[in-house]
């Protein structure tokens, strides 16, 4: 079944760029992409050592649109894609998107992060967890 709206949720990882780009290649729907910005411990963030979360979510929402807006230019579908910066826990923030909206397929990369051994055991289990648990088709690019 060809979906109608696709969710590609971006970590800023090169495999989550990956993902994007095969749902451009792949599909001609409307395409959200989602930032999860994970909440910080207040005694970190009023140390100084992390900026306050509306600068986070700002931050991210740019660091999403620059790399939207690289990656459509090479779209010759001219399709609509929707910047979306939520807060939360990555995997259930993304399960959650999918219920409230009319999303029915996600792309995303295996996991994000840098490639060293703890990303790789921890946050694989964010594309594990959106496969198990949303309702749609998931697409894990790798």
Do not use: W
Not at 76 to 99: C, F, L, N, Q, S
Not at 118 to 134: D, I, M, S, Y
């Amino acid at each position: 079944m060809t979906p109608s709206h696709v969710l590609v949720p971006l970590d800023g990882s090169p495999l989550a760029e990956d993902a994007l780009e095969y749902a451009f290649d792949v599909f001609d729907c409307p395409v959200t992409v989602l930032n999860v910005v994970s909440p910080v411990d207040a005694s970190m963030s009023e140390s100084g050592a992390l900026s306050p979360e509306g600068d986070r979510l700002d931050e991210a929402r740019d660091r999403a649109e620059s790399i939207v807006e690289r990656l459509a230019d090479d779209d010759p579908r001219g399709r609509t894609v929707d910047v979306v910066v939520e807060t939360g826990a990555p995997a259930e923030t993304i399960v959650d998107h999918v219920a409230v909206t009319d999303v029915d397929q996600v792309v995303m990369g295996g996991h994000g992060g840098e490639r060293n051994a703890v990303a790789r055991r921890l946050l694989g289990t964010v594309a594990t967890k959106v496969v198990g648990e949303t309702p749609v088709t998931v697409t894990v690019v790798r």
